[in-house]
Protein backbone atom coordinates (compact mmCIF):
# COMPACT_ATOMS: atom_id res chain seq x y z
CA UNK A 1 0.00 0.00 0.00
CA UNK A 2 0.97 3.27 -0.34
CA UNK A 3 3.15 5.41 2.51
CA UNK A 4 -0.06 7.40 4.09
CA UNK A 5 -2.16 3.73 4.25
CA UNK A 6 0.52 1.44 5.05
CA UNK A 7 1.31 3.74 8.39
CA UNK A 8 -2.33 2.83 9.59
CA UNK A 9 -2.26 -0.74 11.79
CA UNK A 10 -4.09 -3.10 9.65
CA UNK A 11 -6.58 -3.44 12.58
CA UNK A 12 -7.77 0.36 12.09
CA UNK A 13 -8.12 0.18 8.09
CA UNK A 14 -10.12 -3.47 8.16
CA UNK A 15 -11.99 -2.01 11.07
CA UNK A 16 -12.78 1.23 9.06
CA UNK A 17 -13.39 -0.95 5.78
CA UNK A 18 -16.23 -3.68 7.66
CA UNK A 19 -18.06 0.25 8.81
CA UNK A 20 -18.18 1.74 5.55
CA UNK A 21 -19.42 -1.88 4.01
CA UNK A 22 -22.01 -2.18 6.37
CA UNK A 23 -23.19 1.52 5.99
CA UNK A 24 -23.23 0.78 2.14
CA UNK A 25 -25.38 -1.83 2.67
CA UNK A 26 -27.49 -0.03 5.10
CA UNK A 27 -27.73 2.69 2.47
CA UNK A 28 -28.35 0.33 -0.58
CA UNK A 29 -31.61 -0.68 2.06
CA UNK A 30 -32.55 3.04 2.56
CA UNK A 31 -32.78 3.35 -1.39
CA UNK A 32 -34.78 0.38 -1.68
CA UNK A 33 -37.46 1.60 0.09
CA UNK A 34 -37.79 4.85 -1.53
CA UNK A 35 -38.86 2.91 -4.60
CA UNK A 36 -35.07 2.79 -6.43
CA UNK A 37 -35.24 0.01 -9.15
CA UNK A 38 -33.55 -3.66 -8.32
CA UNK A 39 -31.64 -3.68 -11.25
CA UNK A 40 -30.00 -0.02 -10.21
CA UNK A 41 -29.45 -1.71 -6.42
CA UNK A 42 -28.08 -4.87 -8.23
CA UNK A 43 -25.22 -2.32 -10.40
CA UNK A 44 -24.59 -0.48 -6.83
CA UNK A 45 -23.16 -3.85 -5.01
CA UNK A 46 -21.47 -4.91 -7.82
CA UNK A 47 -19.90 -1.93 -8.91
CA UNK A 48 -18.95 -0.78 -5.32
CA UNK A 49 -17.46 -3.84 -4.75
CA UNK A 50 -15.32 -4.09 -7.74
CA UNK A 51 -14.55 -0.67 -7.28
CA UNK A 52 -13.57 -1.16 -3.78
CA UNK A 53 -10.78 -4.00 -5.14
CA UNK A 54 -9.43 -2.63 -8.55
CA UNK A 55 -8.83 0.67 -5.60
CA UNK A 56 -6.68 -2.07 -3.28
CA UNK A 57 -4.97 -2.97 -6.08
CA UNK A 58 -3.93 0.28 -7.35
CA UNK A 59 -2.51 1.60 -3.91
CA UNK A 60 -1.32 -1.93 -3.47
CA UNK A 61 0.90 -1.60 -7.17
CA UNK A 62 4.66 -2.43 -7.17
CA UNK A 63 7.74 -3.11 -9.14
CA UNK A 64 9.85 -5.01 -6.58
CA UNK A 65 9.95 -8.55 -7.29
CA UNK A 66 9.61 -9.72 -3.81
CA UNK A 67 6.63 -7.80 -3.16
CA UNK A 68 4.91 -9.41 -6.00
CA UNK A 69 5.58 -12.81 -5.35
CA UNK A 70 5.14 -13.20 -2.36
CA UNK A 71 4.12 -9.55 -0.62
CA UNK A 72 7.27 -9.07 0.51
CA UNK A 73 6.79 -12.47 3.26
CA UNK A 74 5.50 -9.56 5.72
CA UNK A 75 1.64 -10.81 5.92
CA UNK A 76 1.22 -11.34 10.01
CA UNK A 77 -0.31 -15.01 10.30
CA UNK A 78 -3.91 -13.84 11.07
CA UNK A 79 -4.54 -11.81 8.01
CA UNK A 80 -2.52 -14.34 5.94
CA UNK A 81 -5.37 -16.69 7.42
CA UNK A 82 -8.43 -14.25 6.45
CA UNK A 83 -6.57 -13.84 3.02
CA UNK A 84 -6.47 -18.02 2.83
CA UNK A 85 -9.65 -18.53 3.13
CA UNK A 86 -10.75 -15.77 0.74
CA UNK A 87 -8.44 -17.48 -1.31
CA UNK A 88 -9.96 -20.94 -0.38
CA UNK A 89 -13.90 -20.24 -0.08
CA UNK A 90 -13.88 -19.90 -4.01
CA UNK A 91 -17.33 -19.82 -5.86
CA UNK A 92 -17.44 -23.35 -5.34
CA UNK A 93 -17.53 -22.62 -1.39
CA UNK A 94 -19.55 -19.50 -1.57
CA UNK A 95 -22.34 -20.46 -4.64
CA UNK A 96 -22.07 -24.35 -5.33
CA UNK A 97 -21.75 -25.89 -1.56
CA UNK A 98 -25.19 -25.29 -0.20
CA UNK A 99 -25.91 -26.24 -4.05
CA UNK A 100 -24.73 -29.61 -3.65
CA UNK A 101 -26.08 -30.12 -0.33
CA UNK A 102 -29.23 -28.80 -1.35
CA UNK A 103 -29.72 -31.62 -4.02
CA UNK A 104 -27.54 -34.41 -2.40
CA UNK A 105 -28.56 -33.60 1.13
CA UNK A 106 -26.38 -36.40 3.35
CA UNK A 107 -23.82 -36.90 0.18
CA UNK A 108 -22.86 -33.37 -0.43
CA UNK A 109 -20.94 -33.77 3.14
CA UNK A 110 -18.14 -35.44 1.18
CA UNK A 111 -17.41 -31.67 -0.37
CA UNK A 112 -17.62 -30.00 3.22
CA UNK A 113 -15.06 -32.81 5.02
CA UNK A 114 -12.82 -33.22 2.12
CA UNK A 115 -12.32 -29.66 1.91
CA UNK A 116 -11.80 -28.85 5.42
CA UNK A 117 -9.95 -32.09 5.80
CA UNK A 118 -7.17 -31.08 3.67
CA UNK A 119 -5.96 -28.44 5.85
CA UNK A 120 -4.90 -30.96 8.24
CA UNK A 121 -2.53 -32.15 5.52
CA UNK A 122 -1.61 -29.22 4.54
CA UNK A 123 -0.53 -28.16 8.24
CA UNK A 124 1.15 -31.42 8.90
CA UNK A 125 2.97 -32.63 5.56
CA UNK A 126 3.51 -29.31 2.77
CA UNK A 127 3.32 -26.20 4.07
CA UNK A 128 5.55 -25.36 6.87
CA UNK A 129 8.53 -27.04 4.72
CA UNK A 130 7.47 -25.14 1.92
CA UNK A 131 8.20 -21.49 3.42
CA UNK A 132 11.27 -22.86 4.96
CA UNK A 133 12.88 -23.57 1.84
CA UNK A 134 11.82 -20.13 0.88
CA UNK A 135 10.61 -20.32 -2.49
CA UNK A 136 8.69 -18.54 -4.89
CA UNK A 137 6.68 -20.65 -6.46
CA UNK A 138 6.15 -24.63 -5.79
CA UNK A 139 7.47 -25.42 -8.96
CA UNK A 140 10.59 -23.81 -7.42
CA UNK A 141 11.02 -26.13 -4.51
CA UNK A 142 10.65 -29.10 -7.13
CA UNK A 143 13.40 -28.35 -9.41
CA UNK A 144 15.85 -26.90 -6.62
CA UNK A 145 14.70 -30.80 -4.92
CA UNK A 146 15.14 -32.66 -7.75
CA UNK A 147 17.86 -30.84 -9.70
CA UNK A 148 17.37 -29.69 -12.89
CA UNK A 149 14.17 -27.88 -15.31
CA UNK A 150 12.31 -31.11 -16.86
CA UNK A 151 10.95 -31.28 -12.58
CA UNK A 152 10.44 -28.01 -13.09
CA UNK A 153 8.43 -27.63 -16.26
CA UNK A 154 6.38 -30.50 -15.19
CA UNK A 155 5.24 -28.67 -12.09
CA UNK A 156 4.26 -25.54 -14.38
CA UNK A 157 2.21 -27.74 -16.27
CA UNK A 158 0.70 -29.54 -13.52
CA UNK A 159 -0.01 -25.94 -12.14
CA UNK A 160 -1.18 -24.47 -15.33
CA UNK A 161 -4.10 -27.12 -16.03
CA UNK A 162 -5.15 -27.53 -12.74
CA UNK A 163 -5.33 -23.92 -12.08
CA UNK A 164 -6.94 -22.69 -15.32
CA UNK A 165 -9.89 -25.28 -14.92
CA UNK A 166 -10.11 -24.29 -11.72
CA UNK A 167 -10.21 -20.06 -12.75
CA UNK A 168 -12.87 -21.28 -15.07
CA UNK A 169 -15.12 -22.21 -12.10
CA UNK A 170 -14.18 -18.85 -10.81
CA UNK A 171 -15.40 -16.89 -13.60
CA UNK A 172 -18.05 -18.63 -14.38
CA UNK A 173 -19.22 -17.53 -10.91
CA UNK A 174 -18.34 -14.23 -11.25
CA UNK A 175 -20.89 -14.70 -14.71
CA UNK A 176 -23.77 -15.87 -12.91
CA UNK A 177 -23.91 -13.14 -10.38
CA UNK A 178 -23.08 -10.33 -12.79
CA UNK A 179 -26.16 -12.00 -15.12
CA UNK A 180 -28.65 -11.87 -12.19
CA UNK A 181 -28.02 -8.70 -10.75
CA UNK A 182 -27.14 -6.17 -13.93
CA UNK A 183 -29.13 -8.11 -16.17
CA UNK A 184 -26.25 -8.51 -18.31
CA UNK A 185 -26.69 -11.90 -20.96
CA UNK A 186 -23.94 -14.28 -19.26
CA UNK A 187 -22.00 -15.13 -22.61
CA UNK A 188 -20.96 -11.42 -21.58
CA UNK A 189 -20.95 -10.97 -17.79
CA UNK A 190 -18.52 -13.41 -17.76
CA UNK A 191 -15.84 -10.77 -18.59
CA UNK A 192 -17.65 -8.06 -16.21
CA UNK A 193 -15.33 -9.19 -13.24
CA UNK A 194 -12.21 -9.60 -15.17
CA UNK A 195 -11.95 -5.38 -15.06
CA UNK A 196 -11.52 -6.23 -11.21
CA UNK A 197 -9.81 -8.87 -10.76
CA UNK A 198 -7.01 -8.06 -13.26
CA UNK A 199 -6.65 -4.30 -11.69
CA UNK A 200 -5.67 -6.19 -8.61
CA UNK A 201 -3.26 -9.09 -9.61
CA UNK A 202 -1.52 -6.85 -12.51
CA UNK A 203 -0.52 -3.76 -10.62
CA UNK A 204 0.26 -5.41 -7.07
CA UNK A 205 0.84 -8.80 -7.37
CA UNK A 206 0.92 -10.99 -4.22
CA UNK A 207 1.08 -7.87 -2.59
CA UNK A 208 -2.16 -6.78 -3.59
CA UNK A 209 -3.97 -10.10 -3.75
CA UNK A 210 -3.19 -10.47 -0.20
CA UNK A 211 -4.72 -6.99 0.91
CA UNK A 212 -7.85 -7.29 -1.69
CA UNK A 213 -8.55 -11.30 -0.40
CA UNK A 214 -8.69 -9.79 3.14
CA UNK A 215 -10.96 -7.61 1.88
CA UNK A 216 -13.08 -9.87 0.50
CA UNK A 217 -13.30 -11.82 2.91
CA UNK A 218 -15.08 -9.94 5.23
CA UNK A 219 -17.62 -9.22 2.30
CA UNK A 220 -18.40 -12.63 1.82
CA UNK A 221 -18.58 -13.82 5.55
CA UNK A 222 -20.92 -11.05 6.09
CA UNK A 223 -23.28 -12.45 3.08
CA UNK A 224 -23.08 -15.68 3.61
CA UNK A 225 -24.10 -15.23 7.36
CA UNK A 226 -26.98 -12.40 7.34
CA UNK A 227 -29.61 -14.25 5.23
CA UNK A 228 -29.45 -17.36 6.78
CA UNK A 229 -29.55 -15.90 10.37
CA UNK A 230 -32.62 -13.41 8.95
CA UNK A 231 -34.12 -17.25 8.03
CA UNK A 232 -33.28 -18.57 11.56
CA UNK A 233 -35.01 -15.87 13.67
CA UNK A 234 -37.91 -16.06 11.22
CA UNK A 235 -38.78 -19.49 11.43
CA UNK A 236 -37.64 -20.51 14.95
CA UNK A 237 -36.89 -17.25 16.89
CA UNK A 238 -33.18 -17.87 17.54
CA UNK A 239 -31.03 -16.31 15.17
CA UNK A 240 -27.65 -18.92 15.16
CA UNK A 241 -28.89 -21.18 12.16
CA UNK A 242 -26.72 -23.65 13.34
CA UNK A 243 -28.57 -24.15 16.73
CA UNK A 244 -31.91 -24.61 14.57
CA UNK A 245 -30.36 -26.77 11.62
CA UNK A 246 -31.80 -29.74 13.62
CA UNK A 247 -35.46 -28.64 13.61
CA UNK A 248 -35.21 -27.87 9.82
CA UNK A 249 -34.25 -30.64 9.02
CA UNK A 250 -37.01 -32.71 11.08
CA UNK A 251 -39.84 -30.51 9.28
CA UNK A 252 -37.92 -31.30 5.92
CA UNK A 253 -38.43 -34.77 6.39
CA UNK A 254 -42.25 -34.16 7.43
CA UNK A 255 -42.56 -32.56 4.38
CA UNK A 256 -40.88 -35.41 1.94
CA UNK A 257 -43.46 -38.22 4.13
CA UNK A 258 -46.83 -35.37 3.14
CA UNK A 259 -45.26 -34.68 -0.44
CA UNK A 260 -45.47 -38.72 -0.66
CA UNK A 261 -48.84 -38.89 0.73
CA UNK A 262 -50.55 -36.38 -1.19
CA UNK A 263 -49.02 -37.57 -4.87
CA UNK A 264 -46.56 -34.82 -5.14
CA UNK A 265 -43.57 -36.97 -4.62
CA UNK A 266 -43.11 -40.26 -5.86
CA UNK A 267 -41.18 -42.77 -3.42
CA UNK A 268 -38.94 -44.32 -6.24
CA UNK A 269 -37.83 -40.40 -7.29
CA UNK A 270 -37.59 -38.99 -4.58
CA UNK A 271 -34.02 -38.44 -2.64
CA UNK A 272 -34.62 -37.86 1.00
CA UNK A 273 -32.66 -35.35 2.16
CA UNK A 274 -30.98 -37.05 4.89
CA UNK A 275 -30.86 -41.00 3.23
CA UNK A 276 -26.88 -41.47 3.22
CA UNK A 277 -25.53 -43.02 -0.36
CA UNK A 278 -28.53 -42.25 -2.22
CA UNK A 279 -26.16 -40.39 -5.04
CA UNK A 280 -23.12 -41.65 -4.11
CA UNK A 281 -21.93 -45.70 -3.14
CA UNK A 282 -20.01 -45.82 -0.10
CA UNK A 283 -16.90 -46.01 -2.10
CA UNK A 284 -17.50 -42.90 -4.30
CA UNK A 285 -18.23 -41.01 -1.12
CA UNK A 286 -14.85 -41.44 0.13
CA UNK A 287 -12.79 -41.59 -2.66
CA UNK A 288 -14.06 -38.19 -3.52
CA UNK A 289 -13.47 -36.95 -0.12
CA UNK A 290 -9.91 -38.43 -0.44
CA UNK A 291 -9.25 -36.66 -3.65
CA UNK A 292 -10.48 -33.40 -1.72
CA UNK A 293 -8.36 -33.44 1.17
CA UNK A 294 -5.02 -34.58 -1.23
CA UNK A 295 -6.39 -32.01 -4.13
CA UNK A 296 -6.52 -29.54 -1.08
CA UNK A 297 -2.64 -30.05 -0.07
CA UNK A 298 -1.96 -30.30 -3.86
CA UNK A 299 -3.02 -26.54 -5.15
CA UNK A 300 -0.23 -24.47 -6.07
CA UNK A 301 -2.49 -21.03 -5.31
CA UNK A 302 -3.06 -22.39 -1.89
CA UNK A 303 0.31 -23.41 -1.25
CA UNK A 304 1.70 -20.25 -2.34
CA UNK A 305 -0.34 -18.30 0.37
CA UNK A 306 1.98 -19.60 2.98
CA UNK A 307 5.21 -18.24 1.14
CA UNK A 308 4.31 -14.56 2.51
CA UNK A 309 4.36 -15.40 6.25
CA UNK A 310 7.44 -13.65 8.11
CA UNK A 311 8.70 -17.21 8.96
CA UNK A 312 7.69 -21.19 9.59
CA UNK A 313 5.87 -20.56 12.84
CA UNK A 314 3.73 -17.74 11.64
CA UNK A 315 2.61 -20.36 8.64
CA UNK A 316 1.84 -22.67 10.74
CA UNK A 317 -0.09 -19.88 12.64
CA UNK A 318 -2.06 -18.92 9.79
CA UNK A 319 -2.74 -22.39 8.88
CA UNK A 320 -5.43 -22.57 11.89
CA UNK A 321 -6.65 -19.03 11.29
CA UNK A 322 -7.38 -20.63 7.91
CA UNK A 323 -9.02 -23.26 8.95
CA UNK A 324 -11.15 -20.85 11.56
CA UNK A 325 -12.20 -18.58 9.20
CA UNK A 326 -13.23 -21.66 6.40
CA UNK A 327 -14.61 -23.08 9.39
CA UNK A 328 -17.83 -20.14 9.97
CA UNK A 329 -18.95 -20.45 6.15
CA UNK A 330 -18.32 -24.36 6.13
CA UNK A 331 -20.29 -24.57 9.22
CA UNK A 332 -23.24 -22.46 8.05
CA UNK A 333 -23.29 -24.24 4.27
CA UNK A 334 -25.54 -27.47 5.60
CA UNK A 335 -28.17 -25.10 7.67
CA UNK A 336 -28.21 -22.66 4.51
CA UNK A 337 -29.06 -25.65 2.15
CA UNK A 338 -31.77 -27.16 4.42
CA UNK A 339 -33.44 -23.61 4.91
CA UNK A 340 -33.92 -23.10 1.54
CA UNK A 341 -35.17 -26.47 0.49
CA UNK A 342 -37.77 -26.39 3.42
CA UNK A 343 -38.71 -22.64 1.86
CA UNK A 344 -39.19 -25.04 -1.69
CA UNK A 345 -40.98 -27.75 -0.41
CA UNK A 346 -43.58 -25.47 1.31
CA UNK A 347 -43.84 -22.77 -0.58
CA UNK A 348 -43.01 -24.04 -3.94
CA UNK A 349 -43.75 -27.54 -4.24
CA UNK A 350 -47.90 -28.29 -4.65
CA UNK A 351 -48.50 -24.50 -5.75
CA UNK A 352 -50.89 -23.93 -8.72
CA UNK A 353 -49.25 -23.61 -11.48
CA UNK A 354 -50.65 -20.50 -12.02
CA UNK A 355 -49.50 -18.99 -8.81
CA UNK A 356 -45.84 -19.48 -8.49
CA UNK A 357 -43.68 -16.89 -7.27
CA UNK A 358 -42.18 -14.28 -8.88
CA UNK A 359 -38.35 -15.48 -8.44
CA UNK A 360 -39.45 -18.65 -10.62
CA UNK A 361 -39.70 -16.28 -13.46
CA UNK A 362 -36.91 -14.18 -13.01
CA UNK A 363 -34.30 -17.28 -12.90
CA UNK A 364 -36.31 -18.85 -15.60
CA UNK A 365 -35.75 -16.06 -17.47
CA UNK A 366 -32.18 -17.37 -17.77
CA UNK A 367 -32.73 -21.16 -17.85
CA UNK A 368 -31.74 -21.73 -14.42
CA UNK A 369 -35.28 -22.78 -12.93
CA UNK A 370 -36.78 -25.39 -15.26
CA UNK A 371 -40.24 -26.85 -15.16
CA UNK A 372 -41.72 -29.88 -16.79
CA UNK A 373 -38.40 -29.55 -18.67
CA UNK A 374 -38.50 -25.93 -19.68
CA UNK A 375 -37.03 -22.92 -19.02
CA UNK A 376 -39.66 -20.94 -16.64
CA UNK A 377 -39.74 -17.82 -18.69
CA UNK A 378 -43.62 -17.36 -18.01
CA UNK A 379 -47.01 -19.11 -16.59
CA UNK A 380 -48.02 -20.07 -20.38
CA UNK A 381 -45.17 -21.65 -21.07
CA UNK A 382 -44.96 -23.57 -17.86
CA UNK A 383 -48.58 -24.19 -18.06
CA UNK A 384 -48.47 -25.70 -21.75
CA UNK A 385 -45.05 -27.64 -21.09
CA UNK A 386 -46.47 -29.14 -18.03
CA UNK A 387 -50.18 -29.94 -19.63
CA UNK A 388 -48.10 -31.75 -22.57
CA UNK A 389 -46.08 -33.95 -19.82
CA UNK A 390 -49.47 -35.41 -18.48
CA UNK A 391 -50.24 -32.78 -15.99
CA UNK A 392 -53.89 -32.73 -15.20
CA UNK A 393 -53.92 -31.41 -11.48
CA UNK A 394 -52.85 -28.06 -12.63
CA UNK A 395 -50.27 -28.21 -9.20
CA UNK A 396 -46.63 -28.16 -9.44
CA UNK A 397 -44.90 -31.84 -8.33
CA UNK A 398 -41.02 -32.47 -7.05
CA UNK A 399 -40.15 -34.60 -10.22
CA UNK A 400 -41.41 -31.22 -12.65
CA UNK A 401 -39.33 -28.75 -10.63
CA UNK A 402 -35.50 -28.04 -11.29
CA UNK A 403 -32.99 -25.47 -10.12
CA UNK A 404 -29.72 -25.08 -10.90
CA UNK A 405 -27.27 -26.19 -7.81
CA UNK A 406 -25.08 -23.63 -8.78
CA UNK A 407 -27.81 -20.60 -8.41
CA UNK A 408 -29.03 -21.73 -4.96
CA UNK A 409 -27.65 -19.44 -2.69
CA UNK A 410 -27.78 -16.19 -4.92
CA UNK A 411 -31.85 -17.12 -4.94
CA UNK A 412 -32.30 -18.06 -1.56
CA UNK A 413 -33.09 -14.96 0.05
CA UNK A 414 -35.53 -14.45 -3.07
CA UNK A 415 -36.93 -17.50 -2.59
CA UNK A 416 -37.05 -16.68 1.03
CA UNK A 417 -39.20 -13.60 0.04
CA UNK A 418 -36.33 -11.28 1.92
CA UNK A 419 -35.95 -8.04 0.98
CA UNK A 420 -33.78 -7.92 -2.42
CA UNK A 421 -31.05 -5.99 -0.68
CA UNK A 422 -30.29 -9.30 1.25
CA UNK A 423 -29.95 -10.66 -2.78
CA UNK A 424 -27.68 -8.29 -3.40
CA UNK A 425 -25.54 -8.61 -0.70
CA UNK A 426 -25.75 -12.21 -1.81
CA UNK A 427 -24.43 -11.49 -5.28
CA UNK A 428 -21.63 -9.37 -3.48
CA UNK A 429 -20.51 -12.23 -1.30
CA UNK A 430 -20.67 -14.46 -4.11
CA UNK A 431 -18.71 -12.10 -6.44
CA UNK A 432 -16.04 -11.74 -3.64
CA UNK A 433 -15.52 -15.26 -3.05
CA UNK A 434 -15.14 -15.97 -6.71
CA UNK A 435 -12.83 -13.02 -7.80
CA UNK A 436 -10.19 -13.71 -4.71
CA UNK A 437 -10.05 -17.12 -5.98
CA UNK A 438 -9.42 -16.01 -9.21
CA UNK A 439 -6.97 -13.50 -8.23
CA UNK A 440 -4.98 -16.13 -7.01
CA UNK A 441 -5.29 -18.94 -9.55
CA UNK A 442 -3.94 -16.55 -12.28
CA UNK A 443 -1.25 -15.18 -10.17
CA UNK A 444 0.16 -18.57 -9.65
CA UNK A 445 -0.69 -18.95 -13.70
CA UNK A 446 1.31 -15.97 -14.30
CA UNK A 447 3.90 -16.24 -11.65
CA UNK A 448 4.93 -19.61 -12.90
CA UNK A 449 5.11 -18.59 -16.33
CA UNK A 450 6.89 -15.22 -15.88
CA UNK A 451 9.18 -16.59 -13.00
CA UNK A 452 10.06 -20.28 -13.31
CA UNK A 453 9.63 -20.98 -17.43
CA UNK A 454 10.61 -17.07 -18.40
CA UNK A 455 13.50 -16.03 -15.75
CA UNK A 456 14.43 -19.39 -15.08
CA UNK A 457 14.55 -21.30 -18.40
CA UNK A 458 14.73 -18.81 -20.95
CA UNK A 459 16.38 -15.37 -20.17
CA UNK A 460 18.46 -15.73 -16.68
CA UNK A 461 19.35 -12.51 -16.78
CA UNK A 462 16.18 -10.22 -17.10
CA UNK A 463 15.69 -7.33 -15.24
CA UNK A 464 13.08 -6.83 -12.64
CA UNK A 465 11.48 -4.38 -14.72
CA UNK A 466 11.20 -7.05 -17.87
CA UNK A 467 10.26 -10.13 -15.85
CA UNK A 468 7.12 -8.42 -14.46
CA UNK A 469 5.96 -6.92 -17.42
CA UNK A 470 6.09 -10.53 -18.55
CA UNK A 471 4.12 -11.37 -15.51
CA UNK A 472 1.27 -8.73 -16.02
CA UNK A 473 0.82 -9.59 -20.28
CA UNK A 474 0.88 -13.06 -19.24
CA UNK A 475 -1.92 -12.97 -16.67
CA UNK A 476 -3.66 -10.84 -19.10
CA UNK A 477 -3.89 -13.68 -21.84
CA UNK A 478 -5.22 -16.59 -19.53
CA UNK A 479 -7.47 -14.09 -17.85
CA UNK A 480 -9.21 -13.52 -20.99
CA UNK A 481 -8.77 -17.13 -22.76
CA UNK A 482 -10.52 -18.58 -19.10
CA UNK A 483 -13.37 -15.87 -19.82
CA UNK A 484 -13.59 -17.26 -23.23
CA UNK A 485 -14.15 -20.93 -21.86
CA UNK A 486 -16.29 -20.14 -18.88
CA UNK A 487 -19.06 -18.54 -21.31
CA UNK A 488 -19.34 -22.37 -22.39
CA UNK A 489 -18.23 -24.29 -19.71
CA UNK A 490 -17.40 -27.94 -20.19
CA UNK A 491 -19.15 -28.40 -16.39
CA UNK A 492 -20.84 -26.99 -13.47
CA UNK A 493 -18.39 -25.25 -10.74
CA UNK A 494 -18.08 -28.14 -8.80
CA UNK A 495 -17.61 -30.61 -11.55
CA UNK A 496 -14.77 -28.20 -12.53
CA UNK A 497 -13.27 -28.34 -9.05
CA UNK A 498 -13.74 -31.19 -8.45
CA UNK A 499 -11.34 -31.98 -11.84
CA UNK A 500 -8.54 -29.88 -10.60
CA UNK A 501 -7.98 -31.00 -7.19
CA UNK A 502 -7.83 -34.60 -8.70
CA UNK A 503 -5.62 -33.50 -11.38
CA UNK A 504 -3.36 -30.95 -9.04
CA UNK A 505 -3.65 -34.37 -6.50
CA UNK A 506 -1.89 -37.08 -8.53
CA UNK A 507 0.70 -34.40 -10.33
CA UNK A 508 1.86 -32.70 -6.66
CA UNK A 509 1.12 -34.30 -3.85
CA UNK A 510 3.76 -37.52 -4.30
CA UNK A 511 6.83 -35.32 -5.08
CA UNK A 512 5.55 -32.79 -2.74
CA UNK A 513 5.28 -35.22 -0.09
CA UNK A 514 8.06 -37.95 -0.82
CA UNK A 515 10.45 -34.98 -1.70
CA UNK A 516 10.23 -33.78 2.33
CA UNK A 517 9.95 -36.64 3.90
CA UNK A 518 12.09 -39.15 1.97
CA UNK A 519 15.45 -38.58 1.18
CA UNK A 520 15.94 -41.35 -1.14
CA UNK A 521 13.64 -39.76 -3.56
CA UNK A 522 15.97 -38.76 -6.87
CA UNK A 523 14.87 -36.81 -10.06
CA UNK A 524 14.09 -39.43 -12.16
CA UNK A 525 11.37 -40.75 -9.32
CA UNK A 526 9.52 -37.17 -9.66
CA UNK A 527 9.12 -37.36 -13.67
CA UNK A 528 8.14 -40.94 -13.54
CA UNK A 529 5.72 -39.71 -10.32
CA UNK A 530 4.56 -36.73 -12.27
CA UNK A 531 3.84 -38.08 -15.74
CA UNK A 532 2.07 -41.52 -14.36
CA UNK A 533 -0.10 -40.03 -11.73
CA UNK A 534 -1.32 -36.43 -13.74
CA UNK A 535 -1.68 -38.40 -17.07
CA UNK A 536 -3.50 -41.43 -16.03
CA UNK A 537 -5.81 -39.23 -13.80
CA UNK A 538 -6.29 -36.72 -16.67
CA UNK A 539 -7.28 -39.44 -18.83
CA UNK A 540 -9.40 -41.04 -17.08
CA UNK A 541 -11.30 -37.80 -16.52
CA UNK A 542 -11.29 -36.77 -20.23
CA UNK A 543 -12.20 -41.08 -21.20
CA UNK A 544 -15.55 -40.84 -18.19
CA UNK A 545 -16.63 -37.17 -19.62
CA UNK A 546 -15.92 -37.09 -23.60
CA UNK A 547 -17.50 -40.32 -25.28
CA UNK A 548 -15.28 -40.29 -28.46
CA UNK A 549 -12.19 -41.19 -25.74
CA UNK A 550 -12.50 -44.63 -25.27
CA UNK A 551 -11.46 -45.95 -21.88
CA UNK A 552 -9.59 -49.41 -21.65
CA UNK A 553 -11.14 -52.01 -20.02
CA UNK A 554 -13.99 -50.30 -18.58
CA UNK A 555 -16.47 -52.10 -16.45
CA UNK A 556 -20.35 -52.45 -17.78
CA UNK A 557 -20.92 -49.12 -16.27
CA UNK A 558 -18.54 -47.55 -18.67
CA UNK A 559 -15.54 -47.38 -15.45
CA UNK A 560 -12.82 -48.59 -13.85
CA UNK A 561 -14.06 -50.46 -10.81
CA UNK A 562 -16.78 -47.67 -10.69
CA UNK A 563 -15.18 -44.87 -9.84
CA UNK A 564 -17.06 -41.70 -10.02
CA UNK A 565 -15.12 -39.14 -13.41
CA UNK A 566 -14.79 -36.73 -9.69
CA UNK A 567 -12.97 -39.16 -8.06
CA UNK A 568 -10.33 -39.94 -10.85
CA UNK A 569 -7.46 -39.12 -8.62
CA UNK A 570 -8.19 -42.51 -6.58
CA UNK A 571 -6.17 -43.47 -9.34
CA UNK A 572 -3.43 -40.98 -10.27
CA UNK A 573 -2.13 -40.44 -6.38
CA UNK A 574 -1.40 -44.57 -5.52
CA UNK A 575 0.17 -44.43 -8.65
CA UNK A 576 2.21 -41.78 -8.25
CA UNK A 577 3.80 -42.62 -5.12
CA UNK A 578 4.23 -46.36 -6.29
CA UNK A 579 5.84 -45.15 -9.45
CA UNK A 580 8.05 -42.82 -7.48
CA UNK A 581 9.47 -44.88 -4.82
CA UNK A 582 10.16 -47.71 -7.25
CA UNK A 583 11.51 -45.77 -9.92
CA UNK A 584 13.77 -44.01 -7.18
CA UNK A 585 14.87 -47.47 -5.81
CA UNK A 586 16.17 -48.61 -9.08
CA UNK A 587 18.30 -45.63 -9.99
CA UNK A 588 20.79 -43.17 -8.03
CA UNK A 589 19.99 -41.88 -4.83
CA UNK A 590 20.19 -37.83 -4.90
CA UNK A 591 23.29 -36.40 -3.53
CA UNK A 592 24.26 -35.42 -0.09
CA UNK A 593 23.70 -31.82 -0.45
CA UNK A 594 19.97 -32.46 -1.67
CA UNK A 595 19.83 -34.95 1.27
CA UNK A 596 21.36 -31.77 3.96
CA UNK A 597 18.68 -29.41 2.02
CA UNK A 598 15.77 -31.67 2.88
CA UNK A 599 17.04 -31.91 6.39
CA UNK A 600 17.28 -28.03 6.56
CA UNK A 601 13.77 -27.95 5.32
CA UNK A 602 12.65 -30.20 8.05
CA UNK A 603 14.07 -27.79 10.54
CA UNK A 604 11.49 -25.26 11.63
CA UNK A 605 14.13 -23.44 13.35
CA UNK A 606 16.42 -20.61 11.56
CA UNK A 607 15.87 -18.36 8.32
CA UNK A 608 15.11 -19.84 5.07
CA UNK A 609 17.16 -22.37 3.38
CA UNK A 610 17.34 -20.44 -0.35
CA UNK A 611 18.28 -17.29 2.00
CA UNK A 612 20.93 -18.75 3.64
CA UNK A 613 22.35 -19.98 0.48
CA UNK A 614 22.33 -16.58 -1.06
CA UNK A 615 24.48 -15.34 1.50
CA UNK A 616 26.83 -18.24 1.48
CA UNK A 617 27.16 -17.01 -2.14
Not at 115 to 141: E, I, M, N, Q, S
Not at 572 to 586: E, N, Q, R, T, W
Amino acid sequence: MNSEVANLPLKKIYSIYTGGFIAFVVFVAILEQLGVPDKVLGFLFVGFTLAIYAGIGVISRTMQVSQYYVAGRQVPAFYNGMATAADWMSGASFLAMAGILYTLGYDGLSFVVGWTGGYVLVATLVAPYLRKFGAYTVPDFLSARYGGNIVRLLGVLVLIVCSFIYVVAQIRGTGLIAERFMGIPYHYAVFVGLSGILLCSMLGGMRAVTWTQVAQYIVLIIAYMIPVIILSFQRNGVPIPQLTYGSVMQDIAAREAEMIKLGLAEIGNLKRHLEPFANYSPFNFFALIFCLMVGTASLPHVLMRYFTTPNVRDARKSVGWSLLFIFLLYFTAPAYAAFTKLEVYQNVIGQSLEALPEWIYIYGSAAKVKICGVAAVSAEAIQAACTAAGNTTGVLNLSEFSITRDVVVIAAPEIAGLPYVVAGLVGAGGLAAALSTADGLLLAIANALSHDVYFHMLDPKASTRTRLVAARIVLLAVAILAALVAADPPGGILSLVAWAFSLAAAGNFPVLVLGIWWKRMNKEGAIASMVVGFCLTLYYLAATKYDAIPLVLADAGGLWFGVANLSAGVFGIPAGFIVGIVVSLMTPEPSQEVMDMVEDVRTPKGEAYTDRMAKKG
